[in-house]
């Protein structure tokens, strides 16, 4: 179906999963990726500069 | 009725401890605390966003049911919105989860935030686990008879069948969301009496 839309998906998913297995560790490189994805979030939450924070005055 | 009367009844003394307890102008406050000014304390709300997206589609896939979501354009496209949307919803959470946890969020008196945060993350893997189960293609079916083993070793099964397509999809678009809608409203009113939980710096005030 998505093979007749212009704008299909920008990575081809059309494919059995990918795993990566350490011992009796194994996860797919999606959730892997996913869960990369939330560490770098987490951390950019906590250090990156929120946009009016020296404009505002004090509390409530 | 004289007012000492009316006072006594139940819908006065009602009245008078919710708005003691939440009064107007901390239900909607119009301004927040100077240190609520960072990205980290944004992922609750788009944590609420992604639940509306995901309520929304989900009424739109009730209403046209899995033939439609199956086989139509438009079906399809909903059906995606659905499960993009659960996955901000679940990834928002999870950030969210780690910046409150990583505050201590509980601290002045806010264990009921916490727990009713808990509970509802809870309560929503187990909505995601039946909407696994209620896709109706071969997918569901695959996780259905994994899932099955897992749930009939702890004896559970007699009560909760995850072969019942019926039953997984009322949990799904009943039962789960109703907790899951009602747990967040309550954490909500939570966050609005206690007030957002302030840096470690500023402990000295939470616990005044």
């Known amino acids: 179906m998505a093979q007749g839309w212009?704008?299909?998906?920008?990575?081809?998913?059309?494919?059995?999963?990918?795993?990566?297995?350490?011992?009796?560790?194994?996860?797919?490189?999606?959730?892997?990726?996913?869960?990369?994805?939330?560490?770098?979030?987490?951390?950019?939450?906590?250090f990156a500069p929120f946009p009016g924070r020296r404009n505002r005055k004090g509390t409530k | 009725m004289s007012n000492a009367q009316i006072e006594r009844?139940?819908?006065?003394?009602?009245?008078?401890?919710?708005?003691?307890?939440?009064?107007?102008?901390?239900?909607?406050?119009?301004?927040?605390?100077?240190?609520?000014?960072?990205?980290?304390?944004?992922?609750?709300?788009?944590?609420?966003?992604?639940?509306?997206i995901v309520i929304l589609t989900g009424v739109i896939l009730a209403l046209d049911g899995p033939q439609w979501w199956h086989s139509s354009s438009l079906g399809h496209f909903v059906n995606s919105m659905h499960l993009w949307s659960v996955e901000i919803f679940f990834f928002a959470m999870v950030v969210h989860l780690w910046g409150k946890f990583s505050m201590a969020a509980w601290r002045g008196g806010r264990s009921l935030t916490w727990v009713t945060g808990a509970v509802t993350f809870l309560a929503s893997i187990l909505a995601g686990?039946?909407?696994?189960?209620?896709?109706?293609?071969?997918?569901?079916?695959?996780?259905?008879?994994?899932?099955?083993?897992?749930?009939?070793?702890?004896?559970?099964?007699?009560?909760?069948?995850?072969?019942n397509l019926g039953q997984m999809l009322m949990w799904h678009i009943v039962l789960l969301p109703l907790a899951a809608l009602a747990l967040t409203g309550l954490h909500v009113i939570m966050v609005r009496v206690k007030g957002v939980v302030p840096p470690f710096e500023d402990n000295a005030e939470v616990s005044a």
Request: glycine share 8%.
């Open chain 2, 129 to 163: 686990f039946t909407g696994y189960v209620s896709q109706t293609n071969f997918d569901s079916q695959w996780i259905a008879t994994q899932a099955k083993d897992g749930i009939n070793s702890t004896g559970g099964g007699a009560f909760f069948n995850v072969l």
């Open chain 1, 6 to 46: 212009g704008l299909g998906a920008l990575i081809n998913l059309d494919h059995y999963g990918h795993y990566i297995q350490w011992h009796v560790i194994q996860i797919s490189v999606a959730n892997l990726i996913v869960i990369i994805l939330m560490v770098a979030t987490f951390v950019a939450a906590l």
């Open chain 2, 9 to 52: 009844q139940w819908t006065s003394r009602l009245r008078h401890r919710v708005v003691e307890k939440l009064p107007p102008d901390r239900l909607l406050p119009d301004t927040q605390p100077a240190y609520v000014a960072s990205w980290i304390y944004v992922f609750g709300v788009t944590t609420m966003a992604a639940l509306g």
